[in-house]
């Protein structure tokens, strides 16, 4: 996992920076761990940030049915699928 700094930097400087920084880094984080983007807009680990600062009830879900060795986890709003 690699953080661009000056970016990061960029970031903090904004008023709501410091907690957006974090979801960044909780973000990626969860790649490290094996966890892939979810479909669900309002999660965290959607590909593209909409204002989330914390972990939603979605990714706890995945996370509660994670298994190693599977490779895809994919959570669309109403269903939890896994895919090997």
Known sequence: MTLDA?????????????PLVRAIIMHELA???????LNDTTQL???????????GM??????LCWEPGRASRVYDGDELAMSA
């Open 45 to 55: 680990m959607h590909e593209e940030n909409s204002g989330q600062f914390d972990f």
């Open 58 to 63: 979605a990714t706890a879900a995945v996370w």
């Open 6 to 18: 000056p970016d990061l930097a960029g970031t903090l400087a904004r008023p709501d920076g410091p």
């Open 31 to 37: 790649h490290v761990l094996g966890l892939d983007h």
